[in-house]
């Protein structure tokens, strides 16, 4: 059972287009983290939000934290074949920050 | 590399076998971190290190999962009596210090496949 809720499963979209990838929680997080995963790799880590309302930039992306810190989203612009990839958000619970990682959002960018 | 290594990348074994799987954190980072993913699933935590001893292994499914970090750095992750359901990708990762809030940044390995026929 995983306490965050990932949508879409699956988006496909064509180079140049936006997109939006939502993780949705009714747990309180200390912080939540986005992480990319490519086929026979490990999760690699983008961002790391930790104050409700939260915004940051990386580039392309960009990322928010609820202002609850039960929800995130990341939006991806003028996406491009190199952001294909398997999504993943995270959230850490207790005192030493146990993620608890959602199911993932697969994203395919065609040229 | 400077990177997280796990060996070894398949595992292939029948039901009811034992096996070892081996995690080489980054070289300083005390924490370290075991992780199960299943096809179509994020990770699920599993046992989190500090140093030698175990911090938390509130993740591990049952009494065939164990795993050690005798030194402090190299980790081993052991399952008895494997189940056609212990079939996934097992993931190790580290970080320099545990901090609370979940902060620190976690590098994962590229994972073992363990698939039981």
């Known amino acids: 059972t995983q306490l965050l809720e990932q949508s879409p499963q699956f988006l496909s979209i064509q180079e140049g287009e936006n997109l939006t990838v939502y993780c949705n929680s009714s747990s309180v997080f200390s912080s939540l983290q986005w992480y990319r995963q490519e086929p026979g790799e490990g999760p690699v880590l983008l961002v790391t939000?930790?104050?409700?309302?939260e915004v940051k930039k990386l580039k392309r992306l960009t990322f928010q934290f609820g202002d609850a810190r039960k929800d995130s989203s990341l939006h991806i612009t003028a996406a491009q074949p190199g952001d294909t990839g398997l999504y993943l958000c995270?959230?850490?619970?207790?005192?030493?920050?146990?993620?608890?990682f959602g199911a993932g959002t697969q994203v395919v960018v065609t040229p | 590399g400077a990177g997280v290594s796990q060996t070894p990348s398949n595992k292939v074994t029948e039901k009811g076998k034992y096996v070892e799987l081996r995690c080489d954190p980054i070289?300083?980072?005390?924490?370290l971190y075991w992780y199960r993913q299943s096809l179509g699933q994020g990770p699920e935590f599993l046992i989190y290190f500090q140093g030698t001893g175990a911090a938390d292994d509130s993740g591990l499914p049952n009494d065939r999962f164990f795993a050690v970090r005798p030194e402090g750095s190299v980790s081993t992750l052991k399952i008895q009596r494997t189940e056609r359901g212990d079939s996934a990708v097992y993931l190790c990762?580290?970080?320099?210090?545990?901090?609370?809030?979940?902060?620190?940044?976690?590098?994962f390995g590229p994972g073992t496949r363990l698939t039981v026929l």
């Open positions: 070289s300083g980072h005390t924490a």
């Open positions: 995270a959230g850490a619970l207790g005192s030493w920050g146990k993620l608890q």
């Open positions: 939000v930790v104050t409700g309302g």
């Open positions: 990762a580290s970080s320099r210090t545990p901090r609370g809030g979940g902060t620190d940044t976690q590098y």
